[in-house]
Nanobody
Framework: QVQLVESGGGLVQAGGSLRLSCAASGRTFSSYAMFWFHQTPGKEREFVASINWSGANTYYADSVKGRFTISRDNAKNTVYLQMNSLKPEDTAVYYC????????????????WGQGTQVTVSS
């Protein structure tokens, strides 16, 4: 069992930066690939970024490539999402998630979800 708790969301102006953190409980954190998804009202949850168990491989949605960076620290059971050059369209609730494979973005593959953290980017 893995429990995920996100933090670091907030209100920022366009062009600014935020770093989201996701702290995991449980001894099996390092065996999971970790994900960030986001969701806006009335829309399905969308893939943002993923990272494999070791941190060696990362994957991004086209909309965030070059602006967002996912990383993890297995010693601290934590995954991060550094978000730079934020745009109003990045406004959403951001969810941390754990799944077996970093390359499988299917929502049905997710084993564990966090509760989400709101990110609001003003223009």
């Amino acid at each position: 069992q893995v429990q995920l708790v996100e933090s670091g969301g907030g209100l920022v102006q366009a062009g600014g930066s935020l770093r989201l953190s996701c702290a995991a409980s449980g001894r099996t954190f390092s065996s999971y690939a970790m994900f960030w998804f986001h969701q806006t009202p009335g829309k399905e949850r969308e893939f943002v970024a993923s990272i494999n168990w070791s941190g060696a491989n990362t994957y991004y949605a086209d909309s965030v490539k070059g602006r967002f960076t996912i990383s993890r620290d297995n010693a601290k059971n934590t995954v991060y999402l550094q978000m730079n050059s934020l745009k109003p369209e990045d406004t959403a609730v951001y969810y941390c998630a754990a799944a077996p494979w970093a390359t499988n973005k299917d929502l049905n593959s997710i084993r564990y979800w966090g509760q989400g953290t709101q990110v609001t980017v003003s223009s």
